[in-house]
Every structure is written in structure tokens, then in C-alpha cells.
């Protein structure tokens, strides 16, 4: 079984521009979820998506950050416009559904660097 | 918002060795997840803890939910050099939506 895809691995792009990322969950996975992992630190959850409704997205920062899941599977997130803070890796992880505990599997992640 | 305390923040052990690290919140969870990272991907789960006091083994991995709900610790026996990499807990609360947060990490290098 193909786990949860996620592209561009890497980008490094100068603040003020704009970055978009593309996740590919795991094939029947209803739930999909963004986090970002800033270096040295945990993984912390930006947005979650059951099918294409937004379930929480209350540390999405919302002056910059956008996500969307338009047909419920692959799902894109956008910084416009990206500051250094943002550097980071942006993890996207699935899981079956929300609605009980399901293990979430995490994609390899895209590394982002803000010059 | 709920934070995690794991300690310790780095450890560098030798082949063979035993290792623990633990992870302490001032919140109460439903469950708790150990996941460990390696360079360049994402993590991945390697137990998870439903209920207080509960202790689970998967191989040389052991880990224990706290009786308080506040706490869980991870052991690894007789350590090997795959075992580097980054080792995050992780609280689950419940709700309306399972929301996952993640401890800082530890990050464990084995000398062969």
C-alpha cells in the first residue's frame, strides 16, 4: 500500500514570495491533516480536513496560511506571503477517519527555506 | 494550549546499552503515543497507550501510560545503531476532533 505523498521534498524560496505544497493521502483515508515542525521541535498541527470539510484549523495562521481539500483526497497548503519564521518542514499525515482514535501516517515531509 | 515536558533532550549511549526517556503535561490525556523520526521523513508510530497504568512492549521497545493520565516513559533494551533517530511522545486528547500533541523530542545517537 502507497503511503501519504508529499511534494515538493524541498524549496527555498525569499520571504515576501509565495510557496505552495501538494499532499497525497493514503488511498480511503478521510482525514488529513498539516503540521509544521520547526527545527528542534515537535510537530504542530495547522489544519485538519475530514473529507473536504475544515475540522480545526485554529492554529492555521490565517493572514498568510490557506489549505483547501476541494475533492476530499489530495490537499494543497499556501503561505503567501512566506517570512523566515516560516521556515520549517511541513509534514501531512492521514488517518482513517476522525471519528474514534485511527493511527495517523505521516508523509516524508517538504523542508522549507525562507531566505 | 497543552504542552509536553520530555526529557532528556539528547542522549548518547553505547551499542548494548538500555535507554529511558519520559515525558511529563500539566493536562490530562486519553492517550499516549511514542513515534520516532528519522532524518529526512516523517514519524512513525511505534506504540500507543489507551489507558492508565497500561504497560506495552513491541520488541526491545516498552512504554507505560501513567497512572495520573500526566505522564508516560519509553525504554529501549540492549540498543543497536537503527535506533538513532529522534523519539517524540505524544498526548491524544479527545473531543470533538483526536488531537495530537507532540513533546520537543529526544534525540538518541547509538555508538556502535
Known amino acids: 500500500e502507497a503511503g501519504v505523498a508529499q511534494s515538493p521534498r524541498y524549496k527555498i524560496i525569499e520571504k515576501r514570495q509565495s510557496v505552495a505544497f501538494w499532499c497525497n493521502p493514503i488511498?480511503?483515508?478521510?482525514?488529513l491533516y498539516w503540521y509544521q515542525q520547526i527545527l528542534g521541535q515537535g510537530p504542530k498541527l495547522l489544519i485538519q480536513?475530514?473529507?473536504?470539510?475544515?475540522?480545526?484549523d485554529s492554529q492555521l495562521p490565517k493572514d498568510r496560511f490557506s489549505a483547501e481539500r476541494l475533492k476530499g483526497v489530495d490537499s494543497t497548503l499556501k503561505i503567501q506571503p512566506a517570512k523566515l519564521e516560516d521556515s520549517a518542514v511541513y509534514l501531512c499525515?492521514?488517518?482513517?477517519?476522525?471519528?474514534?482514535?485511527?493511527?495517523?501516517?505521516f508523509g516524508p515531509g517538504t523542508r522549507l527555506t525562507v531566505l | 494550549g497543552q504542552q509536553l515536558n520530555q526529557s532528556p533532550q539528547s542522549m548518547f549511549i553505547q551499542e548494548g546499552e538500555d535507554v529511558s526517556m519520559n515525558c511529563t503535561s500539566s493536562?490530562?490525556?486519553?492517550?499516549w503515543l511514542w513515534y520516532k523520526q528519522d532524518p529526512g521523513e516523517g514519524p512513525v508510530l511505534l506504540i500507543a497507550?489507551?489507558?492508565?497504568?497500561e504497560l506495552t512492549s513491541n520488541g526491545r521497545l516498552t512504554a507505560q501510560f501513567g497512572i495520573t493520565r500526566k505522564d508516560s516513559f519509553l525504554n529501549i533494551s540492549a540498543s543497536i545503531p537503527s535506533d538513532v533517530g529522534i523519539y517524540f511522545c505524544?498526548?491524544?486528547?479527545?473531543?470533538?476532533?483526536?488531537?495530537?500533541?507532540f513533546g520537543k523530542g529526544t534525540l538518541l545517537t547509538v555508538n556502535p
Open positions: 499525515a492521514s488517518s482513517l477517519s476522525d471519528s474514534s482514535y485511527n493511527e495517523q501516517f
Open positions: 488511498s480511503g483515508h478521510a482525514t
Open positions: 480536513f475530514q473529507n473536504n470539510g475544515v475540522v480545526d
Open positions: 493536562s490530562i490525556f486519553n492517550t
Open positions: 497507550l489507551y489507558k492508565a497504568g
Open positions: 505524544a498526548g491524544l486528547s479527545g473531543g470533538s476532533n483526536y488531537k495530537l500533541t
